[in-house]
């Protein structure tokens, strides 16, 4: 087992990554920008390296920076959390040159999946349901009609570079065409300086359902059941749950199966996430594969008591996990708390929280990094607490949700709590009936009271 790991990250998910390696006996090291200084990673790591200014590209996205911190320390392997390096192939490379285990999949399973269009061909071929579209990339814009009328509107076009809706279109009808693959185009050469673009047949008012697995070099595969991710804003996941009210048993075994073939077809090796389109009709195809432990990861691990960085750290360090898959004992929904304004288009807020009581009691988990006097800055994204109900029943793991949220006290600046108040009393959220659309369609607005 290691005797060291440096945590590539900062906020709630490298306390989280720290608290399971003491658990485990390994010692940690921190590293932070000058922003994030007097962050808890940085207080309960054994150790912390200071690796740069407060932006991104010169701090928690500088691989020589962290690389010289990991030399400097000690360090055993690297776990690279959520976002920043976690699914660079290059930072993977660069670890496994210095001799330091990156925790997470091989190079080449990184590099299929991030590029979109590659990661579903290579799904088709080992049999796993894709959305009807191109195969591979488009090569022109009279390809693009071409298929587009083999397929018939609405269609949709995809960055393959992309993922979250960067470079993404949905085109209605053959006059919209032209415009579409020029914007889209054009914005995933500017943010992704590659301009790929794939078609899929638009899948109306989907659910955004996936399944984490967690797979050895010994070719144990497990699958930990799905969480629903169809509460979203603008490709920005707000709440998410397990089970999902709208898949049944048979459903579950299904989409894990096919999750555990994906799996064995590229050799995976680690925990990893497989996200599904499903349509209304409780038809599922591939969507994308996320490399990496994910935002969401705990709903999974409260109703299946599994420790998720705990057995990523296990696999990556060669040692085996049971060839088992694991299906949910409870409800388990996780609330994202954003430093966002939900009156003012949801603008970040930035500032000093005055005062901070955190919920707790029975049932509730709260994953942050975040204490009364710290400091929120404008220089990373504004999740600053992941507030996680469980219950036996759904209803119950609602009400314990509301409960919660109305206990959570943040003082100094504004957050989304009041939205998760409105969404966790809506009848149609009650009923589990949602879909991509719900946040849209329901259009909630001027967030004030307190809802019981
Ligand atoms: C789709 C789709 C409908 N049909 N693909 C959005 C982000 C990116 N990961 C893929 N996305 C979608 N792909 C087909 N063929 C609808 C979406 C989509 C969506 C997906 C999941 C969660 C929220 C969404 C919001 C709008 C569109």
């Given amino acids: 087992m290691f005797k060291k790991i440096l945590i590539a990250n900062r906020g709630e998910i490298a306390l989280r990554i720290i608290r399971t390696c003491h658990e485990m006996g390994i010692k940690t090291v921190a590293v932070y920008s000058t922003a994030d200084k007097e962050s808890l990673h940085v207080k309960f790591a054994d150790e912390a390296v200071c690796i740069g200014p407060p932006q991104s590209n010169q701090s928690y996205l500088k691989i020589a920076n962290i690389i010289a911190a990991a030399e400097v320390t000690n360090t055993d392997a690297i776990h690279p959390g959520y976002g920043f390096l976690s699914e660079n192939s290059n930072f993977a490379k660069i670890c496994k040159e210095h001799n330091i285990k990156f925790i997470g999949p091989d190079i080449e399973a990184i590099n299929k999946m991030g590029d979109k269009s590659t990661a579903k061909e290579t799904m088709e071929k080992a049999g796993i349901p894709i959305v009807p579209g191109s195969k591979g990339l488009l090569e022109s814009l009279e390809q693009a009609k071409e298929i587009a009328n083999q397929i018939k509107f609405p269609i949709i076009l995809k960055a393959t570079a992309g993922g979250g809706g960067k470079g993404m279109r949905i085109v209605n009808n053959p006059s919209e065409l032209e415009k579409s693959w020029q914007d889209a185009k054009r914005e995933a050469k500017a943010s992704f300086s590659n301009d790929g673009l794939y078609m899929e047949k638009f899948i109306e008012d989907p659910r955004h ?244």
């Fill in 209 to 452: 359902i996936e399944i984490q697995i967690l797979t050895d070099q010994f070719g144990n595969v497990s699958h930990l059941s799905e969480r629903d991710c169809s509460i979203q804003r603008r490709h920005q996941k707000l709440i998410e749950e397990t089970p999902s009210p709208f898949i049944d048993q048979k459903m579950r075994e299904k989409m894990g199966e096919v999750s555990l073939k994906a799996c064995k077809y590229i050799n995976y090796e680690g925990g990893g996430t497989i996200e599904f389109l499903v349509d209304k009709h409780h038809n599922f195809y591939f969507m994308e594969m996320n490399t990496r432990i994910q935002v969401e990861h705990p709903i999974t691990e409260q109703v299946t008591n599994i420790d998720l960085i705990k057995e990523q750290i296990k696999v990556a360090a060669g040692e085996k996990i049971e060839n088992k898959n694991y299906y949910p004992q409870s409800y388990s929904i996780e609330c994202r708390i954003n430093a966002e304004d939900p009156n003012h288009n949801f603008r970040p807020c930035p500032g000093i929280i005055k005062n901070l009581h955190l919920p707790g009691g029975h049932g509730i988990r709260v994953d942050t990094h975040v204490y009364s006097g710290y400091q929120i800055t404008p220089y990373y994204d504004s999740m600053i607490a992941k507030l996680i109900s469980t219950g036996p029943t759904r209803e119950e793991a609602i009400k314990k949700m509301v409960r919660a949220l109305n206990e959570f006290i943040i003082e100094g600046i504004k957050t989304i709590i009041p939205l998760h108040l409105k969404i966790l009393n809506d009848k149609d959220f009650i009923k589990g009936n949602f879909t991509t659309k719900f946040l849209e369609i329901k259009n909630f607005s001027n967030i004030t009271q307190k809802v019981n």
